[in-house]
Structure formats: structure tokens, C-alpha cells
């Protein structure tokens, strides 16, 4: 079946930088749009970024415009999330999430059919 298994999530200070991956496997990978998304204790899990199959199309939550970027390298099988000037706010588990499909990156959770199991990411003031 198909597995997303998310790394590089660790303690930061406020202003500082992570970067998060996410390998896939058993699913070819050059057909998925990947998305981010981010849970914080008691709060609805939420859109964090997506990218479409070519890595052409992006999309991103406003809260992280200008600050987190999504790419993807499909020889790889890997998508990444570089988070700069992280905020407190920013804490939450990041989970990496697949879908089969063309199109502008959708960032509604319904549209994605697989989820890595997420990484802890937070961010100290």
C-alpha cells in the first residue's frame, strides 16, 4: 500500500528554520498532487501548502505566504516544506498527504486519499 513517511521536524526557535520531507513510495509519484497540512492541539487540522504533479503549480495558506515554500523532486520521490522565520503559531504536527490529479493543487483535506503519519514541528518564543 502506499506509504508517506514525513522527517525533519525538531524544536526551533522563533525566526529560526526547518525543513520537512516527505518520501512516498509504492504510488508513482509523478501522478500526485502533494499537499502539507498541520494540526495543533485542539485546533481542526489545516491546509499548509500543495504542490501539482509537474511542481509548476503551487499553493499556499495565507498565514505562510512568504514564509514556508513547497517543491518537489519526482526522480526522488520526495516532497519538501521549507519553513523560514517560524512563528510560534507554527506549532503543530505537519502531515504530508497525496491525491491522484491534475489541476490547480487543492487544498481541502477531503481531496487527499493518502496521509503520512506526521512530524512534530514546534517553534519556541
Known amino acids: 500500500q502506499v506509504q508517506l513517511v514525513e522527517s525533519g521536524g525538531g524544536l526551533v526557535q522563533a525566526g529560526g528554520s526547518l525543513s520537512l520531507s516527505c518520501a512516498a513510495s509504492?504510488?508513482?509519484?509523478?501522478?500526485?498532487?502533494m499537499g502539507w497540512f498541520r494540526q495543533a492541539p485542539g485546533k481542526e487540522r489545516e491546509f499548509v501548502a500543495a504542490?501539482?504533479?509537474?511542481?509548476?503549480?503551487?499553493n499556499y495558506a495565507e498565514s505562510v505566504k512568504g514564509r514556508f515554500t513547497i517543491s518537489r523532486h519526482n526522480a526522488k520521490n520526495t516532497v519538501y516544506l521549507q519553513m523560514n522565520s517560524l512563528k510560534p503559531d507554527d506549532t503543530a504536527v505537519y502531515y504530508c498527504?497525496?491525491?491522484?490529479?491534475?489541476?490547480?493543487?487543492?487544498?481541502?483535506?477531503?481531496?487527499?486519499?493518502?496521509w503520512g503519519q506526521g512530524t512534530q514541528v514546534t517553534v519556541s518564543s
Open positions: 509504492r504510488l508513482t509519484f509523478s501522478s500526485y498532487a
Open positions: 504542490i501539482d504533479w509537474s511542481g509548476v503549480a503551487t
Open positions: 498527504a497525496a491525491y491522484s490529479g491534475l489541476g490547480y493543487p487543492d487544498d481541502s483535506p477531503r481531496r487527499y486519499g493518502y
